[in-house]
């Protein structure tokens, strides 16, 4: 699976290429809600539930990349961590299909620096239901 925002790829799939981002590493996340809000009727005695119809979701993945020296990754990491796009459409491109998430914001990024290899967590909060393409 490739994964990008806007012009940036975070993820190239799943071959090992050194300096290239392998995964994602373990699950890939992909959470939804709506908010639901109560309504009173007239004269009701009780409330009912009403979906506002607004989604939000939460989208989380790890992926690896793996260099020649710790010099290299490092330099890699910190160039990576100042080009990261905050904000953006979010694709999620696999074999036979793809979702796009034309908004979608970075809400956390957790590099780990582990001798030549380096591990990244994004979590992105995304406004509405991906459009399948």
């Known amino acids: 699976m490739q994964i990008t925002i806007d012009s940036l790829t975070l993820c190239h799939g799943h071959a090992r290429v050194l300096g290239q981002a392998q995964g994602p590493v373990g699950e890939l996340l992909m959470d939804a809600a709506w908010p639901v809000q109560p309504r009173r009727g007239i004269r009701a005695a009780g409330t009912r539930p009403v979906n506002r119809g607004n ?13 020649a020296t710790r010099a290299a990754a490092e330099a890699w990491l910190l160039a990576h961590k100042a080009a990261l796009v905050l904000q953006g459409t979010l ?43």
């Open 55 to 67: 989604e939000s979701g939460t989208i989380g993945f790890t992926v690896e990349l793996e260099f």
């Open 91 to 133: 694709t999620l491109a696999g074999d036979s299909s793809s979702q796009v998430y034309e908004y979608a914001s970075l809400a956390a990024f957790s590099p780990r620096l582990i001798g030549v290899t380096v591990r990244c967590t994004y979590t992105f909060t995304v406004g509405e239901e991906g459009v399948t393409a």
